[in-house]
């Protein structure tokens, strides 16, 4: 009887950065590493690529601007807002997964860069609110760049992704006007603490809607 063939690491085409000593065990083939697409190997048009990468961190840092958002309420007891502003973190990371998952399922492995610190320190509830609108307003600057290329390069599969995101921007548009709206408003301190205690409702469309 034959005896069956034993498959050593080094039968396998495995990366040797991926080698190591402890792994002297018998592997199969089956078991080999594959090699992700990179930014210059990838089938998908390059342009968009370098779009659609460079959109997946600007969702990932306004994440992180809006985890400053949070915070800022937090230290100023404005608990509404603190946590209206954590569940904006959340969908931020929500958009970038989305993204992330799309160049997965197209072969290419997403390059996460560095995110830049977020201004943290604001004079007014209102800078807030205006910084936040001016960072939606450049997120949809961002989607619609990476549409653009995508049209331009016939590459239906981002168009229709692309497509959610535009759709989502005109809601997070309005919310910010709304925001920024009802905090002109309520112009004293009064007014502040009701509006904190109602912002989640008043911007909570969304899940309504989803619902
Ligand atoms: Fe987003
Ligand atoms: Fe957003």
Redesign the pocket.
Known sequence: MALATIVTREDCDIPSALRHPALAFPVSPMLEIKEPQTMSTAKIPPKVLTELNRQLNQ?LE?AHKYLALSLWCDDQNLQGFSSYFAKQVS??HV?AKKIADHLIDRGVLPELAALGAPKHAFKSLLEVATHAQAMEHA?TQGINAVYEAAIAAKDYPAQVLMQW?IN?QVE?EAWCLEMIERVQAANCAGGFSDLDRHIERYLAKKDTSAS
């Open positions: 969702e306004a969908e931020e958009h997120n995101f989502e997070e």
